[in-house]
């Protein structure tokens, strides 16, 4: 069975520190690892991984892919009490129409 | 304009009660899907449709009943609601394997009395 292991489960920092949130996976033909963010409703999507080695970047965000080692990693740097959210990893199989999610890890950023 | 849209947003209702939430998406998606997010944050995939037909059903209740009467529409209706059905139901959609357009509705918090 697809699993998505997300660890810290929860983080609390100071506005300016950088963090990194972890999730590994284990998945049948793997195709893809997205990363979402939560705050009070929907997740909105940050960023698709399918390729090792290559970075995804956003404004602060940055995410990468290990498919040796079965693991992302999202950064956030210079973090803002806007960044407090609940951060979800997910991943698909080749023919898969679903995604299967990490329990998220729930950040706190403190002025 | 929104994406994905869920009603209602909010939902109390006794238990032993049967209730139903809608979901209309205007992506022109082919692919729909219900996600339960429990307490714990926990999104996990109860059903999804492609093309109106089911092709995902994971173990849920039979109390749970899906119905796509066309592709831009994934409604979940619910007999006999049980406290443990409390919980954010959440439905997306995406363009079939591209599951980079996976967009959620804003989701529908369910509270069984």
């Known amino acids: 069975e697809d699993k998505v292991v997300q660890s810290p489960l929860s983080l609390v920092v100071h506005e300016g520190d950088t963090v990194t949130l972890n999730c590994s996976y284990e998945?049948?033909?793997?195709?893809?690892l997205l990363w979402y963010k939560q705050e009070k409703k929907a997740p909105t999507f940050l960023f698709m991984l399918?390729?090792?080695?290559i970075e995804k970047k956003s404004g602060r965000l940055s995410s990468i892919l290990d498919k040796k080692e079965l693991f992302s990693i999202l950064n956030i740097t210079a973090t803002q009490t806007g960044d407090s959210a609940v951060y979800l990893c997910?991943?698909?199989?080749?023919?898969?129409?679903?995604?299967?999610f990490g329990k998220g890890t729930k950040l706190s950023v403190i002025p | 304009d929104t994406a994905v849209s869920q009603t209602p947003k909010y939902l109390v209702t006794q238990m032993g009660n049967d209730k139903s939430i809608k979901c209309e998406q205007n992506?022109?998606?082919?692919?729909m899907y219900w996600y339960k997010q429990d307490s714990k944050k926990f999104l996990k995939i109860m059903f999804s449709?492609?093309?109106?037909?089911?092709?995902i059903n994971e173990t849920v209740p039979n109390r749970f009943s899906p119905k796509s009467p066309d592709k831009a529409h994934l409604n979940l209706h619910i007999n006999s609601l049980e406290l443990g059905d409390s919980a954010v139901y959440f439905c997306?959609?995406?363009?079939?394997?591209?599951?980079?357009?996976?967009?959620f509705g804003s989701g529908t918090r369910l509270t069984v009395v």
């Open positions: 399918t390729s090792s080695g």
């Open positions: 992506l022109g998606h082919d692919t």
């Open positions: 997910a991943n698909s199989g080749a023919g898969s129409y679903q995604l299967t």
């Open positions: 449709y492609n093309n109106k037909e089911l092709i």
């Open positions: 997306a959609s995406s363009q079939g394997l591209y599951l980079s357009g996976y967009t």
């Open positions: 998945v049948t033909n793997f195709r893809s």
